[in-house]
């Protein structure tokens, strides 16, 4: 092997490496969307493989940004999606729309959590909860389309 075919190995290990592990910084992602302080992640004390990370997310970018919480995705080291549940709320909600009957207006999704409306310099809660199975990595990222926070 050539030296620069060498090192070109070593980067490419060392960038994968990067990603991965618990070296992720909290305030570090990708995209316009970061965590103001690190979430903070429980597991309740009768499901210990069962995970909840809340915190709130700051829009750091120059433009509105909209999410729906449905098409968050958490994914693993290796960039597998793990399944989960998310919404932009810190606790629970409550609707009085009949969901099986009618479509949710939109200040109702945003009242709910249920979608995310984020003006530039604007915070919002965003709350995931994932069960960690067995032989499955943990989540890394929050994958919201447009970018990543890294979780802890």
Partial sequence: ?????????LAVATLTLAGCGEGSDPGTGSGELRWEKA???YAPETLPRDKIATGMVR??????????ARDLRLLDCGGE???SSAVFLEGFG?????????????????????DA???PGETAPLTVSWRQAGGVGPPEVVDYG???LPLP
């Fill in 1 to 9: 092997m050539t030296r620069a075919r060498a090192l070109l190995a």
């Fill in 39 to 41: 979430p903070a992640v």
């Fill in 59 to 68: 829009n750091d970018s120059l433009r509105e940004i909209s999410l729906t």
């Fill in 81 to 83: 999606e793990v399944q």
């Fill in 94 to 114: 409550k609707t009085y729309y009949d969901i099986s009957r009618e479509e949710l207006p939109e200040a109702e999704r945003l009242r709910i959590g249920l």
């Fill in 117 to 119: 409306r984020l003006r």
């Fill in 146 to 148: 447009d970018g990543t």
